[in-house]
């Protein structure tokens, strides 16, 4: 099974629209939470981090369920520039001693 | 400075030299390291330097593939008589610290390498 999993895409979607993300992990023992945002032929970027109360920054909401191992991206009016690949991220406090443990990403087109 | 710089930004060579990856990472970042994101694919961990501890090396590749960080700030990798697999971005990225803590990590913008 794999450390990170997501739906790699594409999701096409309508300015203004609310498009959501979906992300399980494998290790229980995962503590931190991030997703990252990657635009074509660039670097990751961190997007934001996910706090198990579930956090918010403007339009975008993360949300965690660690009984279900689920981290979830919540974009609400989406821009033309939210266009971009969305990376799930877990600190892994296994076998890798703590690094970021990334997801192979989904896939966003946002069309006018 | 004011982020993390990778250089070369593209590397083109031919299978069987060696090649060196050069990062200098944010400064006071005392965690770096190394991933690699072939083509259509998911970053993959390759080494990381936390202060003057050991590093994990864990996923390195294989034995062609070595890392060293002098006086605690810039790396470099090296990948020793190129296969064309070893073809891909080669990102490096820093943090403040490594475990127990909740910050992502900064990342440069890769060298693309070629093997042909």
């Known amino acids: 099974r794999k450390e990170v999993e997501q739906d790699p895409g594409p999701f096409n979607v309508p300015e203004g629209a609310t498009v959501a993300f979906n992300c399980t992990y494998s290790?229980?023992?995962?503590?931190?939470f991030f997703w990252y945002r990657q635009d074509c032929r660039k670097e990751p970027k961190l997007l934001m981090s996910?706090?198990?109360s579930g956090n918010e920054d403007g339009r975008f909401t993360a949300q965690l369920n660690r009984a279900s191992q689920y981290i979830s991206l919540l974009i609400r009016d989406s821009k033309l520039s939210d266009s971009a690949t969305y990376l799930c991220v877990v600190r892994d406090y296994g076998g890798s001693q703590g690094n970021l443990i990334f997801g192979k990403g989904t896939k966003l087109s946002v069309k006018p | 400075g004011a982020g993390v710089s990778q250089s070369p930004s593209n590397k083109v060579t031919e299978k069987g030299k060696d090649v060196e990856l050069r990062c200098d990472p944010i400064?006071?970042?005392?965690?770096l390291y190394w991933y690699r994101q072939s083509l259509g694919q998911g970053l993959e961990f390759l080494i990381y330097?936390?202060?003057?501890?050991?590093?994990?090396k864990s996923g390195l590749p294989s034995d062609r593939f070595s890392a060293e960080r002098t006086g605690g700030s810039v790396s470099t990798l090296t990948i020793q008589r190129t296969q064309q697999e070893d073809s891909a971005v080669y990102l490096c990225?820093?943090?403040?610290?490594?475990?127990?803590?909740?910050?992502?990590?900064?990342f440069g913008s890769g060298t693309r390498l070629t093997v042909v």
């Open positions: 290790n229980s023992a995962s503590q931190s």
């Open positions: 400064s006071g970042h005392t965690a």
């Open positions: 990225a820093s943090s403040l610290a490594h475990r127990g803590n909740n910050y992502g990590y900064t």
């Open positions: 330097f936390q202060g003057n501890s050991a590093p994990d």
């Open positions: 996910v706090y198990s």
